[in-house]
């Protein structure tokens, strides 16, 4: 069945780091392929997303791209700053929805 | 407007009594999602209603889970004689509709914790 596996955390970084989290997927079909974010004490929101291979998704300085050749949609952000930290999980649709296991991220000043 | 709300926001109840969860999505969304949180795990999908469809009960972990929908809005997760493994954060979900491309709405959650 279709899965989702992500780069397992926590991650640590400093300020203005670079920052990827790995996400590769399997899917019988043509998923859409999604990040969400949960900040400390909220719920679950959409980073970003991207519906078909090639597409890049981008959202509050991030951005993944839907790589059908490598079955992969790593999450990039060039400089990270501390408001980033949060648990990053990425997802897919196909018939039903998959959830990776989450990436906790530490941006420390 | 107002987003996808939860209630209760935390339960603790003693192993074996049942619970119920309840979930409000958003106005006018057709599909419904429950998932469930455990520490260190991902999301873990349980069950999906859309409009009147059957729901997709393929996510259930066992016969003690079960989950309605009234009208098309509220729902309800019920956990029959709760086992501590039960204890995780539930969460609901919302969207406008079925298709892949839609956006999930995430309620706050519920936190339970079986004692």
């Known amino acids: 069945g279709d899965s989702v596996t992500q780069m397992e955390g926590p991650v640590t970084l400093s300020e203005e780091a670079c920052l990827t989290i790995n996400c590769t997927y399997t899917a019988t079909g043509y998923p859409s392929l999604f990040w969400y974010v949960q900040y400390p004490g909220e719920g679950l929101q959409l980073l970003l997303k991207a519906t078909k291979a090639d597409d890049k998704g981008s959202n509050k300085g991030f951005e993944a791209t839907y790589r059908k050749e490598t079955t992969s949609f790593h999450l990039e952000k060039g400089s990270v700053q501390v408001s980033d930290s949060a648990v990053y999980f990425c997802?897919?649709?196909?018939?039903?929805?998959?959830f990776g296991a989450g990436t906790r991220l530490t941006v420390k000043p | 407007g107002a987003g996808v709300s939860q209630s209760p926001s935390n339960k603790v109840t003693e192993k074996g009594k049942d619970v119920e969860l309840r979930c409000d999505p958003i106005?006018?969304?057709?599909?419904l999602y429950w998932y469930r949180q455990s520490l260190g795990q991902g999301l873990e999908f349980l069950i999906y209603?859309?409009?009147?469809?059957?729901?997709?009960k393929s996510g259930l972990p066992s016969d003690r889970f079960s989950a309605e929908r009234t009208g098309g809005s509220v729902s309800t997760l019920t956990i029959q004689r709760t086992q501590q493994e039960d204890s995780a954060v539930y969460l609901c979900?919302?969207?406008?509709?079925?298709?892949?491309?839609?956006?999930?709405?995430f309620g706050p959650g519920t936190r339970l914790t079986v004692t």
């Open positions: 997802a897919l649709a196909d018939n039903d929805m998959r």
């Open positions: 979900a919302s969207s406008l509709g079925s298709g892949t491309t839609n956006e999930q709405y």
């Open positions: 106005s006018g969304h057709t599909a």
């Open positions: 209603f859309q409009g009147n469809s059957a729901p997709d």
